[in-house]
Every structure is written in structure tokens, then in C-alpha cells.
């Protein structure tokens, strides 16, 4: 079992060793030595009236689930 541990550590070295011989060199950046556009304006908040009235729903729906479970004795 020892040989075989080894062994196996041999080829994974010898194998990253041949991955980094094939790695090339980076493409070149597209733009040029300037930095790339920004990326366009793009509205986040557009449904959060609509995403906090569902996770209020949610919350409601677990914590009487919870409560269903853990019903007190009278």
C-alpha cells in the first residue's frame, strides 16, 4: 500500500509539472493599455416592494409552522 501511495504522488507531481510547461502566455487585453467600459446602469431595486411582501409572507409561514410543531400543553 505504501509503494502505492508513492507511486500516486509521483504521477500527480509529474503531471502538474507537465501542466505548467503547457500553460502559454495570457492574451493580450483587448482595449489596449486603457481600462475596459463600465458596465451599463442596470436597475437592482426595480421588484423590491414585490421581494419583501413575499418574504414577509415566507417568515409568517415558517414561524406558524413552528408554532403548529411546537404546540404547548394546557
Do not use: H, Q, R, S
Not at 503547457?22 to 451599463?40: D, I, R
Not at 442596470?42 to 413575499?54: A, K, S, T, V, Y
Request: net charge positive.
Amino acid at each position: 500500500m505504501k509503494i502505492f501511495k508513492n507511486i500516486f504522488f509521483i504521477i500527480i507531481i509529474f503531471l502538474f509539472g507537465i501542466m505548467d510547461v503547457f500553460a502559454g502566455p495570457t492574451p493580450p487585453n483587448p482595449f489596449g493599455k486603457k481600462k475596459p467600459p463600465p458596465p451599463p446602469g442596470l436597475p437592482i431595486d426595480e421588484n423590491i416592494c414585490i421581494l419583501m411582501i413575499i418574504a414577509l409572507l415566507f417568515g409568517i409561514y415558517i414561524i406558524y409552522n413552528n408554532m403548529l410543531k411546537t404546540k404547548t400543553p394546557i
